[in-house]
């Protein structure tokens, strides 16, 4: 197996604010993992993560992890050996290979996971969905996200792209006056994403009236440590509480239980495909809603969401359409659902080669 690392500077269509920080673009890593299938045709397995200053990686941080551990990455051979030992396995058993090394280091694993998935499907000629035996038509709706602007600006950039059901980011001091001007010109479903600004009081109050505007829930109101906080809003909050930064990995799921509703799982922060499905798992034995959502990756992340999204209540995987210019064919994320590739594997392909850097 030959690794091959490509880092884009991902230009966005317009500026993307949220409570903490404002973007133009964003950088990503994909990964590529080739080898040959049992015909013996080459083939390439596809896998992303995203820089994200938040959480303290770089692409070039990612990148040295990556070359590091090349040897060890290309002496793996990804195939369908049941149980998995040595140096071959499925996509899991390279995962449990890679995480004494990168347990600190998610968002390289996740593009490695990724990118082992994308190449099993390719060399068992099968897209995820059939191997993990899901129905492709039962996705759930995909939200546009509306990034924190002014009120008139919010408004022209939800009219320029009409869609059923919209993500809002608030975490300003008029959260209140932009839902309800944004409410003046559409009948969609809104989500609210508070990205960790609000407090307790202000988190009960608000759900109360955002409720009466058609809020279907609250992602992420409060500081990610302030757990004892969440706790007393999820006592009295009119709306159902989503945890996006309270959940990083599989041990916070339970955590999270009876302080959120529901968790939204990210790959990147978790660690890719492989935790989670465990994360998914284990948030429906508590009873919990699952979302996942993205990190304003390209479609190649986003065919890697769309292929686990049968099995969730909520997805957001809007990033690809947030671009300026995608890099990637895939997915196809449509207001009522996705189109699947005509692929295997993920079903993402690289298209352009305007990178900032090919190693």
Not at 148 to 160: F, L, R, S, W
Not at 204 to 223: A, C, R, W, Y
Request: charged share 25%.
């Amino acid at each position: 197996m030959k690794v091959k690392l490509h880092a884009f500077d991902l230009k966005i269509r317009d500026t993307f604010k949220i409570a903490r920080e404002t973007r133009d673009s964003q950088e990503t890593l994909i990964v590529e993992l080739e080898d040959r299938n049992v015909q013996g045709d080459i083939v390439s397995g596809l896998g992303e993560t995203t820089a994200n200053p938040y959480y303290g990686f770089t692409v070039e941080k990612m990148q040295e992890e990556i070359e590091g551990l090349r040897e060890m990455i290309e002496n793996f051979e990804i195939n369908n050996i049941q149980e998995g030992s040595g140096l071959a396995g499925k996509p899991e058993t390279f995962w449990e290979y890679l995480f004494p090394h990168l347990q600190k280091s998610s968002f390289t694993l996740c593009a490695l996971d990724m990118a082992a998935h994308d190449l099993y499907g390719k060399k068992l000629g099968k897209p995820l969905y059939q191997i993990w035996g899901l129905d492709p038509k039962k996705v759930p709706a995909s939200n546009y996200t509306i990034g924190i602007d002014g009120i008139e600006k919010m408004v022209q950039k939800m009219k320029a792209m009409p869609w059923p059901l919209y993500k809002i980011k608030l975490g300003t001091e008029e959260d209140l006056e932009i839902v309800r001007e944004l409410r003046k010109h559409t009948d969609a479903r809104f989500r609210v994403d508070a990205n960790c600004a609000w407090g307790v009081e202000e988190t009960i109050n608000n759900s109360v009236e955002l409720k009466k505007l058609g809020v279907e829930f609250i992602e992420q109101p409060m500081h990610a440590a302030d757990m004892e906080g969440m706790k007393e809003v999820f006592k009295h909050s009119a709306l159902p509480l989503i945890a996006d930064e309270s959940c990083i990995t599989e041990t916070d799921v339970a955590k999270c239980h009876h302080h959120f509703h529901g968790v939204n799982i990210k790959l990147t922060k978790c660690g890719g495909l492989t935790p989670a499905l465990r994360m998914i798992a284990e948030a429906r034995q508590l009873n919990m809603k699952v979302m996942v959502g993205c990190m304003t990756e390209s479609t190649v992340g986003i065919s890697a969401i769309a292929h686990l999204s049968p099995l969730l209540d909520y997805v957001d995987m809007d990033g690809a359409l947030l671009l300026a210019e995608d890099i990637a064919t895939g997915v196809k994320v449509k207001p009522d659902g996705v189109d699947f590739a005509q692929e295997n594997g993920t079903g993402a392909r690289l298209i352009t080669s305007n990178q900032l850097q090919e190693l």
